[in-house]
Structure formats: structure tokens, C-alpha cells
């Protein structure tokens, strides 16, 4: 009976190890299972967790993606309305609220500088007030030569990228009551140069590396069309100088022509009455002259009447002569006609002497032609030579 007992608490004991055991197996396969899908688990979440890091990545750059689609596509739209002036004045009005907000600012200041005044002169002014421009106006002059060495070593300020020999990030939020901010030079290649400001009071936001591009772009853009402008104001000016020459050296021209003509006509009076007075004289001789020849008042000696023909023969020659010296075509023109021919030169001399010959006694001048033989043929202009 004890026996009995015995074997069956022996097999109850060994039953029950026999289940420990198989319980502890059991146990240690959970646990092995247990690890295995911590680990998985913790491979999952390092996995979710990439994926999540992954697609905050994604939408950031594609929110910067899309900020600079925007922003270039604003800058066209505001590159397109600057271009449509060329007025100095006009090139900063075209800058709108619309376009300042879409590239992600709320304030806005732009400064030329004026070197014949030493000192900055604001053209632009959004998201202030008239006061507060003034106020900072005044102190960008008492602070000009931190913005000229910004100018000069052609570098951009912003609130998120140091900038070396310039105002503190403080100060230029003090003075432009901004938080982020940027402010980059416009640079130009005619007259005064200057920069740009922009600028927001949102403590949220910040100035990544594609708002500096833009502003930037925006400068050079500006500072373009600023030479454009200037450079066609130039041209305009020097047009307009030009045709004020033209036009008074026209007025010079037609006042001197009209004096010419005057003097012409003068000229033309003056030959005029000159022939008159000149013929005049000599057709009282010749007619005279030919009075006495043709004997109506009495019989001539034959020395006189050849002294009468000679007078009658040098008045036509005379008359031909002043007729040529008072030829008005002749005059105008510089030329005169030389008609040559085959001329007796002895005969020519002659009657120079005859000429003569009265004026020659008087001044007791002795006058002699000694004409070789084989020169008194010649080709002359007579009348010339006469």
C-alpha cells in the first residue's frame, strides 16, 4: 500500500516536473519571442522615426521649394514693373506692399546716398510711419560711415548671418524697430549708390539663405534700372543741349544769311550806281566827240580830227572795260573769261603809248617798245593785256 503511495506521489512529482518543465520552456520561447518583437518593435519606431524625420525633411525643402518659386516669381512681376520707367524718382514707387509681403517682409527702407549733401537721402518708405522714417532717416546719417563701408565692400546684413565692421544685430533692430532684418547695397555704375532695407516684427520668423539671394536680387535690380535711368536722363539732357545748339547756331545761320543777302543787294546797288556814274561821263565825251567829227560846229584840222578819233575810239574801250570790272556775274562767280587769240604786240604797244603819251609828256617820262621781230605775233586775251 505504501508502496503504491509512493509511485504515485513519484509520478505526480514527476508529472508535475515534467509540466514545470515544459511550463519553463514555454516561458523561455516567450521571452525569446518577447525580445524578438522588442527589437522589432524598436526597429519600427527607429524606422517611424526616420520617416517622420524624412517628411518633416521633405515638406521643409518643399516649402523652401515653394517659398523660392514664389519669391522669383514675385521678383519678375516687380523686374517687369520697375522696367516700365526710367525716372529716378518713379523706379522706388513701384514697389509695392504686395510684393514686399509675398518675399515674406512687412517693412521696407531704401537710402541713395547724395555726395554734393554728405548724406543718405530716404526714396523708399513701407511699414512705417512718417515720423518713424524721419526719426531713422536721421539716425542712418548719424551712423553713414557703417552703411558707406557696407557699400563700399559691396557685403549684405542680416539678422541670422554676422557681418564683419557693422552695426550689432541690437542696434539695427533698435534703430530699424525690426526683428528679422536683412539690408544689402545698391550698387550702381552712374552717380550715388545706396542699399536696401527689409524687415519684420515677427519673432517667428527667420532669414534663410534664399531670402538673402532675393534681396540681393532685388538690389542689383534696382541699382539696373537706376542706370538705366540716369543714363537716359544724361542722353535726354544732351539731346536737348543739342538741339538748343542747333537751334541757335540755325538762328546764327539764317541771320547771316539774311546779312549776306543784305550786303548782296547793297553790293548789287552799289555796282549799279557806279556804272551809271561811270558811263554816264564817258557817253557825254563820246557823244561830244562825235559832234565835233561829224563838223556840226565848224571844220576840224586834221590833227584834231585824229585827236577826236582816238578820244571816240578809247571812250568805247573804256565803256567794254568798266562793263567787264562791273560784270555782277562775273563778280560773284570769281572767274573771268580769258579769250585768246593770235595778237600783233607791236600794235598792242603802240597804242598803249598813244594812250598815253599826253601823261607821259607831262611827267616827262620817256616811254619806248622795243619789240623783236620774232615776238610780235602772240596768243593773248587782248582786252587783258590792254
Known sequence: MLSFIF???????????????????????????????????????????????????????????????????????????????????QIF???????LEALGFKQSLAFLWRSLEREFRLCLCLGYSHEESERIENAVNLNKDYFLDLIHNRA??????????FLTKDKVRQLFLTHSFIICPVLTQEADQGFIFVGTQDIDATITKGDREFISILAN??????????????????????????????????????????????????????????????????????????GKLGAMPDEIKARLEKINRHSDELMQMINDLLDISRIESGKVDMKIAGQDLKSIVEKISDLLSEQLKIK??????????NCQNIMAARGQIE
Not at 156 to 165: I, K
Not at 227 to 248: C, G, P, Y
Not at 264 to 271: A, E, G, L, Y
Request: hydrophobic share 35%; net charge neutral.
Open 93 to 99: 514707387k513701384k514697389i509695392d506692399n504686395k510684393y
Open 156 to 165: 549684405t546684413a542680416s539678422s541670422e548671418f554676422a557681418t564683419d565692421n
Open 364 to 373: 616827262n617820262i620817256t616811254f619806248a617798245g622795243n619789240i623783236p621781230d
Open 221 to 294: 535690380q534696382i541699382g539696373q534700372t537706376l542706370d538705366n535711368a540716369r543714363l537716359f536722363e544724361k542722353t535726354w539732357k544732351s539731346q536737348q543741349e543739342l538741339e538748343i545748339k542747333v537751334e541757335e547756331r540755325t538762328h546764327q545761320l539764317t541771320q547771316a544769311l539774311e546779312e549776306v543777302k543784305r550786303i548782296s543787294r547793297r553790293k548789287s546797288d552799289f555796282i549799279s550806281s557806279v556804272s551809271h556814274e561811270l558811263r554816264t561821263p564817258l557817253t557825254s565825251i563820246k557823244g561830244y566827240a562825235a559832234i565835233l567829227l561829224a
Open 7 to 89: 509511485i504515485s506521489i513519484c509520478l505526480i512529482v514527476a508529472g508535475m516536473g515534467i509540466a514545470l518543465l515544459s511550463k519553463v520552456q514555454r516561458l523561455k520561447e516567450s521571452a525569446d519571442k518577447i525580445k524578438t518583437l522588442s527589437l522589432s518593435l524598436e526597429e519600427m519606431d527607429e524606422q517611424a522615426k526616420l520617416i517622420m524625420r524624412t517628411d518633416m525633411e521633405l515638406n521643409k525643402a518643399q516649402e523652401e521649394l515653394d517659398k523660392k518659386i514664389a519669391g522669383l516669381d514675385t521678383l519678375q512681376k516687380l523686374s517687369k514693373e520697375i522696367n516700365t520707367t526710367l525716372e529716378e524718382k
